[in-house]
């Protein structure tokens, strides 16, 4: 089996989401509401297209709970978790309120599934780019494309899992609480330390918190229109300024 090199997509992966454009939904013809006789022929399109691709989920539902988990995503990125209501999923998906509760049994359980799925996601596309990397410089440039990768390619998923850590982390299976985004960037910084590029001079969590921070919110600017995309442009200044900050 070869090796992933930094950049290289994966199959089934977070990588191979079709990205959604960061739009006011009402403008755009395909985010169309659907009318009384279902979906219209652009939005069913779109659908087609997304949920082809969506990385959570699986290729055992229903088309009926692909679409659903598909909106559900798209408007509790872009509308809010609180303000998103179980009308307004099932009619951006083009389905009845009964339809949906075929599938899941409320909004909270709906969208803990889609939490877990996509921060799960944005982990082991991380793990799997840094853990082949030994060195702390290759590793932290591991961390800084992946993670912009994986944004750029599916903007709403990040998102919603960088946003949502306080509403669902209590929720989630114990196995993943294993291994975070937080134990990975941890992991950086120890091997730093033992490789003399970090000094031991301040707490590690602190570090870690940095670290976590600046991404996070590098994420939040490109998405909201605060700094222009896509992330990925700045890679480099970002590999920089967290060198500069952690050495």
């Known amino acids: 089996m070869s090796t992933l090199q930094i950049g290289e997509k994966e199959s089934g992966s977070i990588a191979n989401i079709e990205p959604l454009d960061r739009v006011d939904p009402a403008s755009q013809p395909w985010f169309a509401v659907a009318g009384a006789?279902?979906?219209t022929m652009r939005l069913a399109s779109a659908n087609f297209i997304i949920v082809s691709h969506a990385f959570f989920i699986s290729e055992t539902d229903a088309p009926a709970k692909?679409?659903?988990m598909v909106e559900a995503l798209r408007l509790f990125s872009r509308k809010g978790l609180r303000e998103t209501t179980i009308r307004d999923i099932a009619a951006?998906?083009?389905y009845s309120n009964p339809a949906l509760y075929k599938h899941f049994s409320s909004k909270d359980e709906l969208a803990l599934e889609l939490f877990v799925a996509c921060y799960r996601e944005c982990t082991r596309a991380l793990d799997a780019k840094m853990s082949v990397n030994k060195s702390f410089d290759l590793r932290?440039?591991?961390l800084v494309r992946t993670?912009?990768?994986s944004f750029?390619?599916?903007?709403?998923?990040v998102m919603f899992a960088v946003e949502h850590l306080t509403s669902f982390w209590s929720d989630v299976p114990r196995a993943m609480k294993k291994r975070t985004i937080i134990t990975l960037i941890r992991e950086l910084i120890e091997l730093g330390e033992t490789e003399g590029c970090v000094p031991r001079d301040i707490d590690i969590e602190v570090r870690v918190a940095m670290v976590a921070g600046a991404l996070g919110q590098l994420s939040r600017l490109v998405y909201l229109g605060g700094m222009s995309g896509p992330a990925s442009k700045y890679n480099d200044d970002l590999e920089s300024t967290l060198?500069?900050?952690?050495s």
């Open 147 to 149: 993670y912009t990768a």
């Open 37 to 39: 006789n279902g979906l």
């Open 92 to 94: 951006a998906a083009g």
């Open 243 to 246: 060198r500069r900050a952690l």
């Open 140 to 142: 932290l440039r591991a």
């Open 152 to 157: 750029d390619e599916y903007p709403d998923a």
């Open 66 to 68: 692909r679409t659903i």
